[in-house]
């Protein structure tokens, strides 16, 4: 049983994404070490922690103990434009100087105990590599993601807000990429670099000639199950779409799919989430007479959520740009199949038995007819839907938790037996 210090900006045992890589990872490493967590927000923002603190009063964790480190003023100076809805990127500024503030308590507790190791879970983001690298104990960290690019393509048809957002981020991120020299000395610092996606695994060691392991930051905590009932002479066939209805999940691109998708009167589709476009793809599905074979779910508490899933018979994802989305674990654990667009951490954990990657060609327009085709070749041979069921099923043992504590105790024993 090791002492690990555990760096995780956002966490929380109700929430999807960034909060749930770090639960889960608490959750299930806590039976093997004892873990002290310094952590950021388990709320929308810096310095939400209620949640956290209520759900620590009431259940006991053993082996854990949750130090949640508050913005000082200055920080909450710096969120506080993002917080208010303008000027988001603001947020960086503020989570740098939180990162420093982390650093500093660290500096309190070494005073007074001793760490084997360092393991900064999350953000996934590259952007901020923090300051815990510069204390010389071993050091993990990862699964990191962020270097990749919206395929420019991707956003032909976006709101021109959106559009113009990750045009920049795509430019801002290059040069970040290239020239950050604090990633530079953390890259450096970092005994075990944990990559989340192939596309990320190859730009840093094509960049920063710095060796990794590649493997999804979230994997599946839930049992594995597949409602077999929903095969039987089904009525309609059900999608679902599950994340923040904003320009990256590019949900636009499914909607404009569906107006050619010729069996459309046989689907269902199940949207779960809330975001800024929602109202503006309401208004297109409404104009193009799609919304009567849509349920607008809003956004739901997550054990309600993956409840959709038992009557799902496919999940899809069109985003420009992700990790591994938290809902392709979710999708798995039911049996679901998911169909993509072959990058991000898609292209590494789809195949052909689990889900239908969908090339993304020069054209936005091509990108568009290939779902649509996609979806109609599954109506015409639904038997697919079953067997790709069944497929999901099989490749979803190889991504459960279970399957991740044997792979972080061995990589924490090799760190010390390379040391």
Known sequence: MKNILVLSYAISPSRGSEYSVAWNYVTHMSKYHRLTVLYGASGNHMGDVEEMEEYTHSHAMSNVRFIAVRPDKLAR?????????????????????????????????????????????????????????????????????????????????????????????????????????????????????????????????????KDSICIPENCITDNIILDERKFINPQKYHIIIIGRLDANKAVGIFLEALTQVQHYDLLHVDVVGDGPLRSVLQQYAIRHKLNEAITWHGQLPRAEAVKIFNSAHLHVITSVSEGNPTTIWEAMSYGVPTMSFDHCGMHDTICDKCGIRIPISKRYEDCVTTLARNIDALIEHPERFYQLALGTINCAHRYTWERREKFLNNLYDSLFQNK
Request: aromatic share 16%; glycine share 6%; proline share 5%.
């Open 77 to 209: 100076i710096l969120n506080w434009p993002n917080r208010h809805g303008f000027l988001v990127y603001s947020f960086y500024y503020a989570y740098q100087r939180w990162h420093w503030q982390a650093y500093k308590q660290v500096l309190e507790l070494l005073k007074t105990e001793h760490f084997d190791l360092i393991h900064y879970v999350g953000m996934i983001g590259y952007r901020e590599p923090g300051y815990l690298w510069k204390l010389g104990l071993p050091y993990v960290w990862g699964p990191v993601s962020g270097a990749n690019n919206a395929p420019c393509q991707l956003m032909k048809r976006m709101p021109v807000m959106g559009r113009i957002k990750l045009t920049f981020r795509n430019i801002a991120n290059s040069i970040q990429f290239h020239t950050k020299q604090r990633l530079r000395k953390a890259l450096k610092a970092t005994d075990i670099l944990l990559i989340a996606t192939s596309e990320n695994q190859c730009k840093f060691k094509e960049v920063h000639h």
